[in-house]
């Protein structure tokens, strides 16, 4: 998948958004139509509840690897 600037002045495909768009992305082995334009704003804030989503993950993930890794003998401590 690709992320790149947007060559066209198009609006952005998120919703009723209505805002020109300055991103396109690519999924792989995809013809251009199914080329998503997004607006930096639309970007941002994907991106932000995408971070949001993969830390919950992440502590969860955590939350389960500190009670085996205790059965183990945790080693490492870098957080
Ligand atoms: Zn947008």
Request: proline share 1%.
């Amino acid at each position: 998948m690709k992320l790149l600037k947007c060559k066209y002045r198009i609006k952005c495909e998120m919703g009723a958004c209505g805002n020109v768009a300055k991103y396109s992305i690519f999924p792989s082995r995809t013809g251009s139509q199914s080329t998503l334009h997004v607006c930096e704003n639309c970007l941002e804030e994907l991106t932000d509840l995408f971070m949001k989503e993969k830390v919950a993950k992440k502590e969860k993930a955590e939350k389960k690897d500190k009670v085996t890794k205790k059965d183990k003998g945790a080693k490492d401590e870098k957080e």
